[in-house]
């Protein structure tokens, strides 16, 4: 991307401050993060697509990671199931082919799907799903490619808005069983969580953007 | 219309089918609402209890851990104290569990007046005169602040079990001696106002919800009836208070 567009890029909110790209600008090893606009085809719940917008509007600059790259939302069809899932799979798939990591975030969990689907075609191979949801750590080689499930609906009900149940994990045990995923985590998708749009949001904001914040650090470190 | 929202309407509390106590087979529940309004002190809004209830199951998918029948609500016109004593009755002596969404304590009141003899296990705060003159004994669960020294005296001179609200949340929660079938009134006032704040009452120290689940989950009482009071959804606007007696009354339940 020329300098002069970057300029004019640099005004928009971005995931975690990253710089914003295409997927010609990716390479492999980086963290490419997108967002998922869709929240009405598996386990339906409305507000969730907006997760995405949230935390861009909510990422500050001083913690962008080094090697991470905005790319934008991938393009969503919610109304025409096919035609979406398809799209998207396909989207995920080129950017896993250019050997860069992908994480998938906000919406509901149908974007984990098209991100197994992608993976499984980039990879010749079934891609364990690794879900953060305070169970026992699988033993998984280090080079053995997984993609991490973050469902935000495994937070406890006082650290969200609108609680689902009472008990569940804090944000920091989250963080943690994210930095412990074994294996070599090629892809990750965020999820489930409908943001409040205004105050009363700001701790789920803040608690998924610390997890998005870990789930990027743990994709740069690639295998664990 | 919509599936989901067709759904709303016609299911009621945990997806159980509308009916009437006749249709309740034994070993089952009837859920039934008693939306009476509470008519002391500054906090209101226990009338909105039994729908906000209903609501919130069918938005978060929520079942029940046993079959049975949803009601509706009592008609409070009229002489309703009595006829829900009666109701409760008719329900007991078929072998149905009554669970009895309040409204206000006098919804309790007409449910306990229907099984006289039985023990009660009553979460709230503040042990009240009449439940601590039953003939059995009263086991008391997240008691927290100052008691009235008269029902204090009885619950002492008579033994009865109980425990704080501290002593709970600190993992005191092992009842020496519960009874193999009793009633259980849960009063969401017992839980931290800055936990769920959806209650008449104002009780700061009170009880984590969590605890509350836990606590009645681990009772292995045959509950023989089941009533909640004290909620006030509207001054919940994260719906915790709705939630802690959702899955309270589930963890309850689970023993049936």
């Known amino acids: 991307m020329s300098e002069a567009a970057q300029i004019q890029f640099d005004a928009i909110p971005s995931f975690l401050g990253a710089s914003i790209g295409d997927l010609e600008d990716l390479v492999p090893g980086q963290v490419a993060i997108a967002g998922y606009f869709c929240d009405n085809l598996a386990r339906p719940s409305a507000g969730q697509r907006y997760l995405a917008r949230q935390l861009r509007y909510a990422s500050c600059p001083t913690v962008t990671p080094a090697n991470a790259i ?35 975030v906000g919406g509901d969990s149908s974007g984990l799907e098209a991100l197994d689907v992608a993976a499984r075609q980039v990879t010749g191979a079934d891609v364990p799903i690794i879900g953060v949801n305070g169970g026992a750590v699988s033993h998984l080689p280090r080079t ?81 | 219309m919509n599936s ?31 939306p009476s309004e509470v008519n002391t002190g500054p906090r209101s809004g226990t009338s909105l209890a039994p729908d906000a209830l209903r609501k919130m199951t069918a938005q978060l998918g929520i ?38 969404l309040g409204g206000a304590s006098d919804v309790a009141s007409g449910v306990l007046g229907a099984l006289p003899d039985l023990p009660v296990v009553a979460a709230m705060p503040l042990a009240r005169r009449d439940i601590a003159t039953r003939t059995a004994n009263t086991i008391w669960v997240g008691l927290n602040g100052d008691q009235p020294a008269g029902v204090w005296d009885l619950i002492s001179q008579r033994k009865m079990d109980w425990r704080t609200a501290r002593q709970l949340d600190e993992g005191h929660g092992d009842y020496s001696d519960t009874p193999e079938r009793a009633v259980l009134w849960i009063d969401i006032s017992v839980i931290d106002l800055g936990h769920a704040a959806g209650s008449v009452g104002l009780n700061p120290g009170g009880m984590k919800p969590e605890t509350l689940v836990s606590v009645i989950g681990a009772m292995s009482c045959k509950w023989q009836a089941i009533v909640i009071t004290g909620l006030a959804p509207a001054r919940d606007t994260r719906g915790m208070s709705e939630l802690a007696a959702i899955e309270t009354l589930n963890a309850a339940l689970h023993n049936e």
Not at chain 1, 76 to 97: G, I, M
Not at chain 1, 153 to 170: C, D, I, N
Not at chain 2, 25 to 34: E, I, L, N, R, S
Not at chain 2, 64 to 80: F, K
């Open chain 1, 70 to 104: 905005d790319l934008g939302d991938v393009n969503v069809f919610p109304l025409e199931p096919d035609k979406h899932f398809l799209a998207v799979a396909s989207q995920c798939e080129s950017v896993l082919e250019t050997g860069a990591r992908m994480v998938l």
């Open chain 2, 63 to 100: 079942g029940l851990p046993v079959d049975g029948r949803d009601l509706g609500n009592l008609d409070l016109s009229g002489d309703w104290p009595a006829a829900l004593e009666q109701l409760v009755t008719q329900m007991v002596d078929h072998g149905v569990v009554p669970v009895v």
């Open chain 1, 144 to 224: 053995q490619p997984v993609i991490l499930s973050v469902d935000l609906q495994e937070l406890a009900g006082k650290w969200v808005s609108h609680p689902h149940r009472l008990t569940g994990m804090s944000p920091a045990q989250m963080i943690a069983q994210i930095d412990a995923t074994p294996g070599d985590t090629i892809a990750a998708a965020v999820f489930g969580l409908a943001p409040e749009l205004d105050n009363r949001g700001k701790a789920e904001t803040r608690a998924a953007l610390a997890i998005l914040q870990a789930v990027t650090a743990r994709l740069e470190k690639g295998a664990g």
């Open chain 2, 4 to 34: 989901a929202r067709k759904q709303m309407i016609t299911a009621g509390y945990a997806d159980l089918p509308f009916g009437i106590h006749s249709q309740c087979k034994a070993d089952c529940v009837g859920v039934m609402g008693v």
